[in-house]
């Protein structure tokens, strides 16, 4: 049987993978500097679904060339 402990790890390392760091932090109730480490260490890159979501929808003059391209093969 697969304890609460295990599961909470896995939504977790899920989120981390996918959403920003903003996010992760926020729902999670960690900080965002945890968040970025935990980030590095699974080597999450730096441009997520979820980090490329946000500046689309609230910065979208600060996306660069590569998370453009990066965004376009997502």
């Known amino acids: 049987m697969?304890?609460?402990?295990?599961?909470?790890a896995q939504?977790?390392?899920?989120?981390?993978?996918r959403e920003s760091n903003q996010a992760v932090a926020h729902h999670?109730?960690?900080?965002p500097q945890?968040?970025?480490?935990?980030?590095k260490a699974l080597g999450v890159p730096f441009y997520t679904e979820g980090t490329?979501?946000?500046?689309?929808d609230y910065?979208?003059?600060r996306?660069?060339?590569?998370?453009r391209e990066w965004q376009?093969?997502?």
């Open 2 to 8: 697969i304890s609460v402990q295990v599961i909470f």
């Open 63 to 67: 996306l660069n060339d590569e998370a």
């Open 28 to 31: 999670w109730g960690i900080s």
């Open 59 to 61: 910065m979208p003059e």
């Open 11 to 17: 939504l977790l390392i899920k989120a981390i993978k």
């Open 52 to 56: 490329l979501r946000l500046a689309r």
């Open 72 to 74: 376009r093969q997502a």
């Open 34 to 39: 945890t968040v970025t480490m935990w980030r």
